[in-house]
């Protein structure tokens, strides 16, 4: 069991450490100013909009840039924190706030998965509406970002490395 939750504890670590650039470097390109990213990076975005059909990161909707204002204000802060415990192991103290995270992305991203499946997608001058493929498409692309905040959640939820108290010492 040990090594189990080592093995979560290195996908943990991975996952919060690689998050601080997709954050600054991808997701914030939806509610920074262009002039702000070298060209490189928004025609990277760009051909990631086109090719995949993305409109949420195209032209996104103010309920899906109040989500990337939360992943800046609120997760960007917490991921090297997450990163330094999980690369540490065994640290309890981030029980509380890995669920607090988990459950508040796990939200965040069911929302925007149903709008991927269910939404409308008006033709653009740059992009057609998303086919039921390609929406299958986007969901692939996000849904790890579901899988493994959930996946964070059954780890602090039932592991007895978390979820044990620690016996207080008697004087």
Known sequence: MAAVTRLLEWLFFFYFFSHIPITILVDLQAVLPARWYPQELL???KWYCITFKDHLMMDPPPWFKSFIYCEAILQLP????AAYAFFKGGCRWIRTPAIVYSSHVATTV???LAHLLYGTFPK???VDSPTQEER??????Y???LAIPLL????????P?????EKRKRK
């Open 161 to 165: 490395q978390y979820n044990k108290e």
């Open 152 to 159: 964070l959640l059954l780890t602090m939820l039932f592991s």
């Open 78 to 81: 917490f991921f090297p924190v």
């Open 143 to 145: 849904a790890p970002y």
């Open 136 to 141: 299958l498409n986007l969901v692939f692309v």
């Open 43 to 45: 025609d990277l975005m």
């Open 124 to 126: 653009t001058s740059q």
């Open 110 to 112: 069911l929302a925007i």
